[in-house]
């Protein structure tokens, strides 16, 4: 049988397929954007579960039908942590990647254009392959994406949607300053752009004060996308949009006829522990270890590897983006893998067939343990001196720039 020609046109994922090649005991994996399950809250879980257990008669509706706006216990805690101003409701979701794909669905159609920061988040460019929209990529820079780059495209009149992640963006680390916040929030309520603001390394900084969110400035053409797959579990599957009640209320309509609601049970869990659960102490011990082992595979890194490539320092979030000078990103992550490495070459967070002159890996902190990431960080190194020294003496690496 024939698939749908979106279908057919939407990319693989690479880091899914590489996790699978990874499969080798002894194989170390920056790859994924995997939370170190060492720090899921299986305690308060667990205690929220036995609630279930010896009281069914009362928590018996957990496992029917239920709203699909959520479980409403939840949402009362969600609107004073996220803050939901007046006139803004909360949209419980299978994840933000429900969000990205229940914002496109609702107010993109096919061929309708949509702009983003490159390089970009890969399940992302997935929902708007599969939408059929067209994808106008802005380069990023330190502190946010090209404003001058974003300008331009706003002023055609064309583009609809602004996506991005201002806060220690996947793949690269960045966080936006303030100045450019306020000034993508300026433009966006300009030129009427709808801007999807996804948020879910939001609460993983390492020191300092998080800046307000980029929609603080612009809420009234701004939906705000939460995740508890980095904080909480990922395996519960939970996120949330936050949304002027005009924005909200169609794509209600839309996650109703997509898949009734979001899991009950689970919804239950999570409120059982963000309220009984001390979630401040959680992100906090949570932020305490992601910093210590970011320092650990920054500093082995710049031990191992500065002659062949550089970072820029993160303040939060799960990833190092390390830009090599010479050695093609592509199959240097082929070359690590023979060498039980899993790494991400920059390329595949480009939309499909874009042109670009990054050549870069993409390395996750946040999973393996310390120890395993100084490891991680000297097989890296002897790839790139083996590559290196086959240059050196006229080998034949095609992946050489």
Not at 159 to 173: A, E, I, L, R, S
Request: glycine share 8%; charged share 20%.
């Amino acid at each position: 049988m024939k698939t749908a020609r979106l279908v057919e046109s939407l990319p693989t994922s690479y880091i899914r397929e590489i996790l699978q090649a990874a499969t080798a005991a002894d194989c170390l994996s920056l790859a994924g954007g995997l939370p170190d399950p060492k720090y899921f809250p299986l305690d308060a879980t667990a205690e929220a579960l036995q609630l279930v257990a010896d009281s069914p008669s009362v928590h018996g509706h957990l496992f029917q039908y239920a709203s699909t706006r959520g479980y409403q216990p939840l949402i009362d805690h969600l609107q004073t942590q996220l803050s939901v101003g007046a006139g803004h409701e909360l949209l419980m979701t299978n994840g933000s990647q429900q969000g990205i794909d229940l914002a496109v669905r609702t107010y993109l159609n096919q061929g309708d254009e949509v702009a983003l920061e490159v390089p970009a988040y890969l399940g992302a460019l997935q929902v708007f392959a599969l939408a059929g929209v067209r994808v106008r990529p802005i380069p990023q820079l330190p502190n946010g994406p090209d404003l001058e780059a974003l300008r331009k495209v706003f002023e055609t009149g064309r583009c609809k949607m602004f996506y991005t992640v201002p806060d220690f963006h996947n793949p690269t680390g960045c966080c936006w300053s303030l100045e450019v916040r306020t000034e993508v929030a300026r433009l966006c309520r300009k030129h009427g752009v709808l801007l999807l603001e996804d948020a879910p390394y939001r609460d993983i900084r390492f020191h300092g004060e998080n800046l307000p969110l980029v929609s603080d400035f612009c809420s009234d053409v701004a939906i705000v996308l939460s995740s508890f797959s980095k904080t909480a579990m990922p395996g519960l599957r939970l996120g949330a949009v936050v949304a002027g009640k005009k924005l909200l209320a169609p794509m209600l309509r839309v996650k109703q006829a997509v898949d009734l609601h979001t899991n009950t049970l689970g919804q239950f869990l999570l409120a059982e522990f963000l309220v009984k659960g001390n979630y401040v102490a959680h992100i906090a011990n949570l932020c305490r270890n992601y910093h210590a082992k970011y320092e650990a595979l920054h500093a082995a890194l710049e031990l191992h590897t500065a002659e062949f490539g550089f970072h820029r320092p993160v303040q939060g979030g799960m990833f190092i983006w390390f830009v090599l000078h010479e050695l093609d990103a592509t199959l240097v992550a082929q070359r690590c893998l023979e060498r039980g490495l899993a790494v991400v070459p920059g390329g595949v967070f480009f939309p499909a067939g874009e042109k670009h002159s990054i050549n870069a890996l993409r390395l996750n902190f946040s999973y393996l343990a310390i120890s395993q990431l100084e490891e991680a960080a000297a097989r890296l190194a002897a790839v790139l001196r083996e590559l290196s020294a086959c240059i050196a003496v006229g080998g034949r690496y095609s992946g050489v720039r």
